[in-house]
């Protein structure tokens, strides 16, 4: 199974701390200190986090990765025996793969302008015990289905409300169109559950604000950013809102490197529906009413600047990395836990 014993998680954090120390190494090796420097960036796994200079271009794409496994109902866990006494299936573990594309342009100094788009990628497997079948029952085992497509697509307006010299105030307004399929099916015809979906299928208002500061070699900040659904979709439900506090500071160690921390705390309201909703004992994610959760986050980053042999139009270019561990989690139902979340992502810089 391939998250037996977990070994998914050390993988990924060898493989993310060697890059680490090779690209240290390079940083080290090719670095022309006198002229180029590595701003203080927010973690990798921010987007919204801070506003641009006027006729600055960013070009960004990030890959996250997230990895559920395990039952648990509030702060209990749950064992896949009780689920199968009261359902068809129970969801063994799901992989969320995703690309985040995101173009930013700045026509002020006090305004930046983002468009965000994703593509899903998602598996699942589930178990089942037995099912009737020709008057007798008859094992089920393991079950695999997957998804994958474009999801929902987000316009983002930063204004920079404050700005000082080590300290600036960014607000947020955005909205999220409903882009991603809520209709995805398996290979029997059924609708997927809704773990498996690529959108809302509805319009969301994301109204955020964040404060960001910097001193010294030490960068700062705060964020808090919400999703907000305005209607019920085209199947008769609705996401639950959305609301992620976040703290982070980031130390730069030369001008080519920088690394950091930060802590999450996320809300999501349970799905509301007044429609048909989907077979509710085929398994408990099949349920509306076991989609929402409260958790707390931990998380460490790293930041390069890329090498280039001369100053030019790409000088700031960026790779990095962030590991992400919920520490807490109150799962609404019965639900997988979020066992870690991994982000690489690269930008570039033009103007």
Known sequence: MLFKKYNWQSKVLGITLGITL????????????????????????LITDHG??????????????????????????????????????????????????????????????MAIMNYHERYMQMEGSYQQGDHQKQPVGIYNIDSNGFGDIKFDTLLTLLKKEHLTLVGNIGVSLPAGSIAKKGDDGRVLPYPMQLGSGSYEARPGITV????????????????????????????????TVTA????RVNNWFQFGGRLLFSHKAAFSSSGPELNQSISPIHQIDSQGSTQLDIAISTDFMIPTPTRGPLERNRLAFEIQIPVYQNLTGIQLINRLQFTAGCQFFFR
């Open 22 to 45: 090779l690209l240290l190494t390079l940083s080290v090796t090719f670095a022309d200190t006198s002229t180029l420097r590595l701003g203080g960036n927010a973690p990798i796994g």
């Open 52 to 113: 641009y200079k006027a006729g600055d271009v960013v070009f960004s794409q990030r890959g996250v990765v997230i990895g559920l496994h395990a039952l648990q109902s509030g702060t209990d866990t749950i064992e896949t025996a009780d689920v199968l006494k009261d359902y068809m299936f129970a969801p063994n573990y799901i992989i969320t793969s995703t690309q985040i594309f995101s173009t930013t342009y700045a026509p002020h100094d006090h305004i930046t302008l």
């Open 212 to 243: 960001f500061g910097t001193k010294e070699d030490w960068s700062y900040g705060s964020q808090l950013i919400s999703s907000l659904p305005l209607h019920q979709n085209a199947r008769k439900y609705r996401h639950g809102n959305t609301f």
């Open 248 to 251: 982070w500071s980031t130390q």
